[in-house]
């Protein structure tokens, strides 16, 4: 079913719908088969305008089997088409699913559009002349039945029996055979008068450029791609598999022809400990986890804040605590970024909005850590890592350098090299490549003696360090922070942070629509914050801080800027509800207009 909702979401990208997309899926790799824990399903949302969500309300079901029916029903609308494989309604399979009677029979369904039908004799009967057994034949009934939506939502096949041929080219037997499941179900559609009604979308508008569908793992991976190639330096990717970081592994040990390393390290501290080793070395250091990997990461993260080398960490953030929920999203690593390390131990950290911003915000990230020489955390999660959107991809060439400035001559009177001489505008320190002839210097985990650099115990020297590492990530350049207040005259603000930006413009558009008035500010850094957010705080009424934990940005915000934010909060592993936010901000806003 990903591979069926992965093809469909492209083939509507390629025909110029935007688009957004939900995988969800089981984290046992061999989910009881007929279970509800095992159902594993792609929601795609498609348009002819811009949207920014995967959509909440279905309008469009396909339930390959019992268990796939009961968990997304409630999900589907009232008069929504309902898709259904009846060959697998056993009495098995619904005992599995929890069901007493058949959904089939019992008029349950009689609020929606059923379409059933025997998709397994339907696949069988379709490829009958490729000689597969059995189970083969009933893995191709997904390509049947993406015909058959296809051809309900008048999409093209060519795309996808174009990636049918590549993808299979050296299984002529499997080519073909799915191949004539997807025409199959096309045709279904076509000739057997089952729907009453065949959507058609049209192409939203978009400015002109060159679009591809892109996953925020992949994008992730191009921008560091993309960053090293603007600082003219190699890239080291560190890394540990683990769910759902794991896709950052994958993408980029593909990209060895653009000059990229990678590691799979025996744990996650060999993998950051290797990075480290190479941003030291003259790289960019990169290693990427997910929330249980970065608290092991930590120690090591705080040697990187210690001896102010460049590092790029990225925390793919999923449901925890402990092993959790693997392949479900949330944000409750916000505060482990900040806070998870001993001592005072400040580091930039940012946080992408969107699958195409992951692009984008790994750029900047590297930019901070290779000018300012610091570790640096990216917050993607789970839903940004697997989900996708449609990507304008810009132009290299009009990218702004990454200008790294490796040290190379003494900078000290007497000829000799100090490692924590600093520019006196930005406090960043020199980095020296080690090799590099009458730059010899030590660095390492114990505490620096302000200039040289040399382990020091002195409790004056240790305040200052401490404080100049502050004041060091404190002066970072921030951009200031947009306000989205059309109107002028909003009371309620309402502040978000990482992923939860589709759903914070969804309902706010929603509550602009209904004729009131509330203003939006998204935040992609989190540390240092933009220098004028406190101003923007200070001027609403109320601040509304919606997030998938129990209010990590909230507590900050009251604590750094003394405002009364309020937390509006769902940590069910999914992304925020619209709806539900949606009525929760008109109540607010009626409430402070009384």
Same mark, same amino acid.
């Given at each position: 079913?990903?591979?069926?909702?992965?093809?469909?979401?492209?083939?509507?990208?390629?025909?110029?719908?935007?688009?957004?997309?939900?995988?969800?899926?089981?984290?046992?790799?061999?989910?009881?088969?007929?279970?509800?824990?095992?159902?594993?399903?792609?929601?795609?949302?498609?348009?002819?305008?811009?949207?920014?969500?995967?959509?909440?309300?279905?309008?469009?079901?396909?339930?390959?089997?019992?268990?796939?029916?009961?968990?997304?029903?409630?999900?589907?609308?009232?008069?929504?088409?309902?898709?259904?494989?009846?060959?697998?309604?056993?009495?098995?399979?619904?005992?599995?699913?929890?069901?007493?009677?058949?959904?089939?029979?019992?008029?349950?369904?009689?609020?929606?559009?059923?379409?059933?039908?025997?998709?397994?004799?339907?696949?069988?009967?379709?490829?009958?002349?490729?000689?597969?057994?059995?189970?083969?034949?009933?893995?191709?009934?997904?390509?049947?039945?993406?015909?058959?939506?296809?051809?309900?939502?008048?999409?093209?096949?060519?795309?996808?029996?174009?990636?049918?041929?590549?993808?299979?080219?050296?299984?002529?037997?499997?080519?073909?055979?799915?191949?004539?499941?997807?025409?199959?179900?096309?045709?279904?559609?076509?000739?057997?008068?089952?729907?009453?009604?065949?959507?058609?979308?049209?192409?939203?508008?978009?400015?002109?450029?060159?679009?591809?569908?892109?996953?925020?793992?992949?994008?992730?991976?191009?921008?560091?791609?993309?960053?090293?190639?603007?600082?003219?330096?190699?890239?080291?990717?560190?890394?540990?598999?683990?769910?759902?970081?794991?896709?950052?592994?994958?993408?980029?040990?593909?990209?060895?022809?653009?000059?990229?390393?990678?590691?799979? %390290?025996?744990?996650?501290?060999? #993998? +950051?400990? *290797? =990075?480290?080793? !190479?941003?030291?070395?003259?790289?960019?250091? $990169?290693?990427?986890?997910?929330?249980?990997?970065?608290?092991?990461?930590?120690?090591?993260?705080?040697?990187?804040?210690?001896?102010?080398?460049?590092?790029?960490?990225?925390?793919?953030?999923?449901?925890?605590?402990?092993?959790?929920?693997?392949?479900?999203?949330?944000?409750?690593?916000?505060?482990?970024?900040?806070?998870?390390?001993?001592?005072?131990?400040?580091?930039?950290?940012?946080?992408?909005?969107?699958? %195409?911003?992951?692009?984008?915000? #790994? +750029?900047? *990230? =590297?930019?901070? !850590?290779?000018?300012?020489?610091?570790?640096? $955390?990216?917050?993607?999660?789970?839903?940004?890592?697997?989900?996708?959107?449609?990507?304008?991809?810009?132009?290299?060439?009009?990218?702004?350098?990454?200008?790294?400035?490796?040290?190379?001559?003494?900078?000290?009177?007497?000829?000799?090299?100090?490692?924590?001489?600093?520019?006196?505008?930005?406090?960043?320190?020199?980095?020296?490549?080690?090799?590099?002839?009458?730059?010899?210097?030590?660095?390492?985990?114990?505490?620096?003696?302000?200039?040289?650099?040399?382990?020091?115990?002195?409790?004056?020297?240790?305040?200052?360090?401490?404080?100049?590492?502050?004041?060091?990530?404190?002066?970072?350049?921030?951009?200031?922070?947009?306000?989205?207040?059309?109107?002028?005259?909003?009371?309620?603000?309402?502040?978000?942070?990482?992923?939860?930006?589709?759903?914070?413009?969804?309902?706010?558009?929603?509550?602009?629509?209904?004729?009131?008035?509330?203003?939006?500010?998204?935040?992609?850094?989190?540390?240092?914050?933009?220098?004028?957010?406190?101003?923007?705080?200070?001027?609403?009424?109320?601040?509304?801080?919606?997030?998938?934990?129990?209010?990590?940005?909230?507590?900050?915000?009251?604590?750094?800027?003394?405002?009364?934010?309020?937390?509006?909060?769902?940590?069910?592993?999914?992304?925020?509800?619209?709806?539900?936010?949606?009525?929760?901000?008109?109540?607010?806003?009626?409430?402070?207009?009384?």
């Amino acid at each position: 079913m990903q591979l069926t909702g992965d093809r469909f979401g492209a083939d509507a990208a390629h025909q110029g719908n935007d688009i957004a997309t939900l995988p969800d899926f089981p984290a046992e790799i061999r989910a009881p088969q007929g279970s509800l824990g095992g159902v594993s399903s792609f929601q795609v949302h498609f348009a002819d305008r811009d949207i920014v969500t995967p959509g909440e309300e279905l309008d469009a079901l396909v339930a390959m089997n019992p268990a796939a029916l009961k968990v997304h029903l409630s999900s589907l609308k009232r008069g929504g088409v309902v898709i259904i494989d009846e060959s697998q309604f056993t009495k098995r399979n619904l005992t599995r699913a929890g069901y007493q009677v058949n959904p089939l029979d019992d008029g349950s369904l009689g609020s929606y559009q059923v379409v059933s039908l025997d998709l397994t004799v339907a696949t069988k009967l379709a490829v009958a002349d490729f000689g597969l057994g059995r189970k083969a034949v009933s893995r191709t009934r997904n390509m049947f039945a993406l015909g058959l939506v296809s051809w309900l939502y008048s999409r093209e096949l060519t795309p996808t029996l174009e990636w049918i041929a590549a993808k299979f080219a050296d299984k002529p037997q499997i080519r073909d055979a799915n191949t004539a499941a997807l025409r199959a179900g096309w045709n279904h559609g076509d000739t057997t008068e089952i729907f009453a009604v065949r959507y058609e979308v049209d192409p939203a508008e978009v400015p002109a450029g060159c679009y591809r569908q892109i996953a925020g793992s992949h994008a992730l991976s191009l921008g560091l791609v993309t960053a090293a190639h603007l600082a003219k330096v190699p890239l080291f990717l560190g890394s540990y598999p683990i769910t759902p970081a794991s896709d950052l592994l994958h993408q980029l040990s593909r990209m060895k022809s653009h000059g990229v390393q990678t590691f799979q %390290a025996e744990d996650e501290i060999a #993998a +950051i400990g *290797a =990075a480290l080793g !190479a941003s030291f070395g003259g790289a960019l250091g $990169v290693t990427t986890t997910s929330g249980p990997g970065f608290a092991l990461k930590q120690e090591m993260l705080n040697l990187a804040v210690m001896t102010e080398l460049p590092l790029v960490v990225v925390d793919v953030q999923r449901a925890g605590p402990s092993t959790g929920m693997p392949t479900k999203t949330e944000q409750t690593d916000l505060l482990q970024a900040l806070f998870g390390r001993n001592g005072e131990s400040p580091l930039p950290v940012l946080a992408p909005r969107s699958p %195409a911003d992951c692009f984008d915000v #790994a +750029i900047e *990230a =590297a930019r901070i !850590a290779l000018t300012h020489r610091t570790p640096v $955390v990216v917050l993607s999660d789970g839903y940004l890592s697997n989900g996708a959107e449609p990507w304008a991809i810009p132009s290299v060439k009009e990218m702004e350098p990454i200008n790294v400035g490796f040290a190379t001559t003494p900078n000290s009177p007497d000829g000799t090299f100090l490692p924590y001489l600093r520019d006196p505008e930005t406090l960043d320190r020199p980095w020296a490549v080690p090799g590099t002839p009458r730059l010899e210097h030590r660095i390492g985990g114990l505490e620096k003696s302000d200039r040289s650099g040399s382990v020091s115990y002195d409790a004056d020297n240790h305040d200052t360090m401490v404080r100049i590492r502050a004041e060091h990530i404190a002066r970072i350049p921030v951009a200031d922070a947009v306000v989205d207040d059309p109107s002028g005259s909003a009371r309620v603000l309402i502040v978000g942070w990482g992923s939860t930006w589709g759903s914070i413009t969804a309902a706010v558009r929603r509550v602009r629509e209904q004729g009131h008035a509330i203003a939006k500010v998204h935040l992609r850094h989190l540390h240092p914050m933009p220098a004028n957010l406190g101003e923007i705080l200070h001027g609403y009424q109320k601040v509304i801080v919606p997030e998938m934990n129990l209010g990590q940005l909230t507590m900050l915000l009251r604590s750094v800027y003394l405002v009364d934010a309020r937390c509006w909060s769902r940590v069910r592993g999914m992304p925020l509800p619209v709806g539900e936010l949606t009525d929760h901000l008109v109540h607010e806003i009626k409430e402070t207009t009384r």
